[in-house]
């Protein structure tokens, strides 16, 4: 009822198509994040939530920390007459025992936690990601005024439905789970963050309008005044998907990187300077354009299944379009992803010079190698994606020569990028190699060769994008560009390609630090590569003709098995990182704060928690072709009944 | 003959691979033959492999060039003993690969071994606790007197260090053939040049016995140099191997003074 009524108003302001109304619509939407959003840094609201279940298990009583707590004169909530708010009490970090963490038969807390999280971290990603290129196609669509792209973008939608519901229910999940097994965890947690958290639950109901208004409304506000309210929704959607994002962030980075603290760990009480911690914006720009990545990457292997199960030829077409799009979603995340990756690893070892030594050198360096062939199957599946579209272009066959060479420079990039530093050994080849460090390999284990090699995969990726852009277009007059800008661009190719190769083998005799900098040069290099090559492709194709029609939907079955393997590479790449990430706390709830001394605290060994990761990956495909399967049971009702 | 460019090109590749790596690794070390380590080779061989075969089917030209071949020899009445003869050459190939994995062999254990393992936060020697996050060389901020320090460093030492870690610093002291693994070579940028000073204190300080357990088992013959030299010694021998093998300790932005 509350939704006819809603949808009732909609309409009858949309029918009488004003300023004012459409306004009001823009202010209602900005009305409901933005308050929330610039609250932020001003949090002087008073908590009885949380004074009350502070007192409820006597807060000043389980604290063990008595010295920290000692020192923290004002550990009462007082009241502030002149504001009529409540400060509230600083919280000394409590040493706990095994005890203190409840057992309940049949689970596994670390276990139980781990799979919940990550299956919710996997929905997340994705529902926060597709409104966000939805949104970008839908406005494509106004722009270029082809309504492909608008029932592009409403499919999509349909299909990220699913997993709100999915996302929003592990998210449920996960928070009773905290509380019923680490409810000691959860209460210091909520005595930091307790204000932020009412906002965060507040922002899901923001989240949950637009969200339904964008979905349900989208074919009644198609045109005119109602589509740009209907685009506001879809921004509004946005901004309290991201805003829910940054939150939540804000509590797995302060649990690695703590912020608002004394020496003694007591909270200060500024809840901005616990949120805005040293790895906050890190983990911000990595989880956000890893999200673009992966939702592009969901979307496109939704796309190739429909494309698998297709009829007709006009269905294929279809979804071999949809798939592109998706993919191309996909690697516009994925170009970037590893410049903020190094972003954050460089500032966890700002942070702390051991917890980065645990992450790249010690222990957790031998899922590094997983991850770098995962990312390189990624790119591998990518660009063999890029090449099977040439099939489509009937100009294609002028630029398939150029592929081998590509694949050969792409695979030895990529050898030189997963080669270790610390190698496996027997003691045979020990004796052999004269020591652990190898003279030649050892040289592709440090950050200098890394970084020229995945510069020269995304390079080289963009190349094979570039090939299959221009693969069916033949540019026709006399003018400059015509005639010489493909010479331009090889030597722009060539020079850029040189540049990055020699700054890398410069950096590798420079200091580290000196070394780490020396990869600013070669992203530029390779952004001005990228960047300038699409503009000259506009000129030289400035006056172009097709060398005939695109064939969408001509495809090659097994190129669709690629779009898989992207998917499933990104998922499992997530799922491992994600451990990485919170693993290398080791012992500890809050690092170097709050000690974890759960029977679990303990980091277990690397099959053990590829196995796990595993597990959660194949349990989340199977919930994926689910979410899959559930439009197109309302696609077969639909078509049964109304078409 | 499409199908066989592909296997070609894997077979130069692991040549390549197998005799070219150590040969060009055997000029820098003479006397060695440094191999590409078994498990290094396995993943290379899976993605040359990969990369051979999505380059050579994104066509379908391509696809039936390399694919065809082996659905006629499977399809084809005609070619039973062929087919008859790769079976068996398919089957005993897996045959020996699995004894391979599986016969008896007295190789020790491979060794999961880390070169750089995580220090500790704080590290015990000379009856006091360092911190290993704040500690600074308390040598390297006395400019006056800079090269006397690292001179003294020197001579600490050629009379502790030389024997194993050699003149040059690249690790090839007297004894060094006699070490498994054989000592650090400081030259390789691959070794102090990425770690911090506080760290190779600590690792000076506490040698072999005072590594974690993370990255065990570890073969080291570094003796516990706090029990034998001071304080003072070790931080200007550090500040000596550094001058003289002309890399720079690892600085890190700290959170402090970034803020």
Known sequence: MKVRFMFSHLKKMLSQRSPSAYRFGVALASLLVIPAALSFNSLEISQPVLKAAAEAVSVQKVWANEAAAAAAPAAEAKKDEKKGTEVWAPLAPPKLEAKDYPVVKGFNSRITVWFIAQLHLFFGAFVLAVPIFVWLIELTGVITKDERYDHMAHEFMKVAMTGFSLAASFGGLLSIALVVFYPQFMLYMTGIFGKVMIFYALAFFAESFFLYTYYYGWDKMSDGKAKTIHLSLGLGLNLAGVFLMMVSNSWASFMMAPSGLDDAGVFKGDVWAAINGHLWNPVNIHRFVANIAYGGSLTAAYAG????????????????????????????????????????????????????????????????????????????????????????????????????????????????????????????????????????????????????????????????????????????????????????????????????????????????????????????????????????????????????????????????????????????????????????????????????????????????????????????????????????????????GEH | MHFLKPIIGVLVAYLLIKIGVPFLGSLSHPGTWPVVPTAVMKMYLFFIIAGAFVASTFSEEGYNGLIGPIVDLYGNPAKAKLRLGAVAAVSLLGTWVAYQYVKPSFDAPVELRSVHPAPPSSANMWGKSFELQTLKNPFREDKANFAKNVEEGGIVYYKNCFYCHGDKQDGKGHFYSAFNPIPANFVDVGTIAMLTESFVFWRVGTGGPGLPSEGAPWATAMPVWHTMLSEEEVWKAVMFIYEQSGVQPRVTATVAEKK
């Open chain 1, 305 to 640: 299944y429909k494309f698998l199960t297709a009829k007709t030829a006009q269905e294929k077409a279809h979804y071999d379009w949809m798939g592109y799009t998706s993919f191309f979603i996909a690697i516009i995340g994925l170009l970037p992803l590893p410049f903020a990756g190094y972003w954050l690893t460089k500032e966890i070892y700002d942070y702390s010079q051991q917890m980065g030594i645990t992450l790249m050198g010690g222990a957790f360096a031998w899922l590094f190698i997983l991850q770098a062939v995962l990312i390189g199957t990624i790119f591998l599946s990518a660009n063999y994606y890029l090449w099977c579209c040439l099939a489509r272009s009937p100009g294609a066959k002028r630029y398939t020569f150029m592929i081998k060479p590509i694949a050969i420079v792409i695979v030895t990039a990529f050898l030189a990028w997963f080669t270790p530093h610390t190698l496996v050994m027997t003691s045979k080849e020990v004796t052999q190699i004269g020591g652990a460090h190898h003279p030649l390999l050892g040289k592709f284990g440090v950050m200098a060769a890394k970084n020229t090699a995945v510069n020269f995969l995304i390079v080289l990726t963009f190349l094979s994008f570039q090939i299959y852009q221009r693969s069916n277009k033949r540019a026709v007059g006399d003018d400059f560009w015509a005639t010489n800008g493909t010479s331009v661009q090889i030597g722009l190719y060539v020079a850029g390609l040189a540049n990055i190769l020699s700054l890398g083998i410069y950096s590798y005799y420079l200091p580290a630090s000196v070394r780490i900098g020396l990869s600013v040069p070669q992203v530029t290099t390779t952004l001005i590569v990228i960047v300038t090559s699409f503009i000259l492709d506009g000129k030289i194709f400035k006056k172009s003709e097709e060398m005939g029609e695109t064939q969408w939907g001509n495809m090659p079955v097994r190129s669709q098995y690629a779009l898989f393997t992207l998917t499933i590479g990104f998922t499992w790449l997530m799922g491992l990182m994600g451990y990485v990430r919170s693993a290398i706390r080791q012992h500890w709830h809050v690092y170097t704060v709050f000690r974890d001394n759960s029977p679990d605290a303990f980091t277990p060994t690397l099959p053990y928690a590829a196995s796990v990761v595993t597990v959660i990956v194949c349990v989340f495909i199977a919930l994926v072709l689910f979410m899959f399967w559930m439009p197109m049971l309302a696609a077969k009702k639909g078509s049964s």
